[in-house]
T-cell receptor, first 116, second 113 residues
Framework: GESVGLHLPTLSVQEGDNSIINCAYS??????FIWYKQESGKGPQFIIDIRSNMDKRQGQRVTVLLNKTVKHLSLQIAATQPGDSAVYFCAEIGNAGGTSYGKLTFGQGTILTVHP | KAGVTQTPRYLIKTRGQQVTLSCSPI?????VSWYQQTPGQGLQFLFEYFSETQRNKGNFPGRFSGRQFSNSRSEMNVSTLELGDSALYLCASSLLNGADEQYFGPGTRLTVT
């Protein structure tokens, strides 16, 4: 069935380091991927997205890489800061329409801890 | 522009009761999706509404239902509450069809005792 999973449940880095969070997905029909950040007591916050016709997209301090061949997604955070400490989720959605409407399938999440 | 709002933020109910949660999407957004978040199961899709129509539903029992109003505001209802329904209930809105950026509200923390 459809699933999105993360390889590493926890990641600890030093302030200023670059962080890489990985995600594997199994639905080859997925065509839209999003990374979310969730802080304690808050809802998931949109970070960056990428569509299946791209393999890389950059935002402010963040880069998402998509490898459709191996069905792998990664989030790179440059110069990680203590404020980046949170749980990070990858999510995917299939082709628009039908059973995919509005249905994000989430990974388990990775806890990122940034030490000052 | 105001974000997604959810009310109430916290709720304590007893087994067997029912509960209604409310979600107001970002102005102009027409698609609202609901999710349940628990430590054991993570984030799971409940259902999605667009223009007052439920277009998609996740694998939850019929005790979970929802609706959307003409102003795109949405409610979800859980009847005959069970202990396992304790969770953070999140709604997310998107501009068009739910296959674009989804923005989440802060959630409603439901505790069933």
């Amino acid at each position: 069935g459809e699933s999105v999973g993360l390889h590493l449940p926890t990641l600890s880095v030093q302030e200023g380091d670059n962080s890489i969070i990985n995600c594997a997905y199994s639905n080859s029909a997925s065509d839209y991927f999003i990374w979310y950040k969730q802080e304690s007591g808050k809802g998931p916050q949109f970070i960056i997205d990428i569509r299946s016709n791209m393999d890389k997209r950059q935002g402010q301090r963040v880069t998402v890489l998509l490898n459709k061949t191996v069905k792998h997604l990664s989030l790179q955070i440059a110069a990680t800061q203590p404020g980046d400490s949170a749980v990070y989720f990858c999510a995917e959605i299939g082709n628009a329409g039908g059973t995919s409407y509005g249905k994000l399938t989430f990974g388990q999440g990775t806890i990122l801890t940034v030490h000052p | 522009k105001a974000g997604v709002t959810q009310t109430p933020r916290y709720l304590i109910k007893t087994r067997g009761q029912q509960v209604t949660l409310s979600c107001s999407p970002i102005s102009g957004h027409r698609s609202v999706s609901w999710y349940q978040q628990t430590p054991g199961q993570g984030l799971q899709f409940l259902f999605e509404y667009f223009s007052e129509t439920q277009r998609n539903k996740g694998n939850f029992p019929g005790r979970f239902s929802g609706r959307q109003f003409s102003n795109s505001r949405s409610e979800m209802n859980v009847s005959t509450l069970e202990l396992g329904d304790s969770a953070l209930y999140l709604c997310a809105s998107s501009l068009l069809n739910g296959a674009d950026e989804q923005y989440f509200g802060p959630g409603t923390r439901l505790t069933v005792t």
